[in-house]
């Protein structure tokens, strides 16, 4: 008798009408990051942090232009998830892309699932 298993697929929402795949789930190792390319050219850093939980921001870092959020360190400040730019250290809110260090200046955030 085969036993059959399913790999579960993390998916992002690039524009919140559809859901698109990123990867398998269990190929996000926590505390690190991963680039995703959406269907219009952008993309997307995708990270999991130590507790288990997925995140999409957007992989542009908007103080340099550069697509490299997904390389930044992943950690917390005040019980909220962050990642830091791997440039210039600025450091975005996974849950809403606010910079907490310049409230001016925002990412945009994708829903992510598991499907």
Partial sequence: MTTMTTTAILELSPDAESWMPV??????TPGRGMAALLPDGRQAAVFRDRSGRAYAIDNRDPFTGAQVL??????????????ASPLLKQRFDLET???????????????????
């Fill in 23 to 28: 990867c398998e789930e269990a190929r996000l």
């Fill in 70 to 83: 997904s390389r930044g360190l992943v950690g917390s400040a005040d019980g909220r998830p962050f990642v």
């Fill in 97 to 115: 892309g606010r910079c907490l260090d310049d409230d001016e200046v925002t990412v945009a955030v994708y829903p992510v699932r598991t499907a």
